[in-house]
């Protein structure tokens, strides 16, 4: 199980009247979290998934398959949607074990006074679990994360790798 969560930003400006949100790209699978407050440091409570087995991430892993985050302010008013940056995530990166959670820059940043950024960490790990949705599953799951965050705020992009 592939996991995005807890994602915060900051340098972001304040925009009356317009909301944000981050969409996550993978293996063109496209997700997206709820619409929260265009302030200076967002607040997302999101979860995000994709599922995965062992060989499909070991593959992606191969292809160097990214994880493309995009972040978009949307108007409230004429609900016109207006990209303001993106991040790309490689794959190849996670680990077994816990990482310390780190800033990106939004690249192609609409807000250059701002220097945007989301911090994200990655992790993976392994559960142990005797059914999924009422079906028997594989006794060893395990979950890779990436935890972001818009300056204080927390999201949750869940992607699943069954093993």
């Known amino acids: 199980m592939s996991q995005l969560h807890s994602f915060t930003g900051r340098y972001f400006p304040k925009r009356p009247k317009h909301v944000l949100i981050v969409e996550a790209k993978f293996d063109g699978e496209q997700l997206a979290t709820d619409p929260v407050e265009h302030t200076d440091q967002p607040e997302f409570a999101t979860e995000l998934a994709w599922e995965l ?6 593959q992606h892993r191969l292809q160097r398959t990214p994880i493309k985050l995009q972040c978009f302010a949307l108007d409230s008013v004429s609900s016109a949607k207006e990209n303001i940056g993106y991040i790309v995530l490689d794959l190849r990166a996670v680990q077994e074990k816990k990482q310390a959670a780190k800033w990106y820059p939004l690249l192609s940043n609409k807000y250059t006074k701002f220097k945007s950024e989301i911090q994200v960490g990655v992790v993976l790990e392994t559960d142990s679990k005797a059914l999924v949705d009422g079906f028997k599953a594989k006794e060893n799951i395990t979950h890779f994360g990436l935890k972001m965050f818009l300056c204080q705020m927390n999201i ?6 069954l093993f």
């Not at 087995?53 to 070991?58: E, I, N």
């Not at 949750?156 to 790798?161: D, E, G």
């Open 53 to 58: 087995d062992r060989k499909a991430l070991h």
């Open 156 to 161: 949750s992009l869940v992607a699943n790798a």
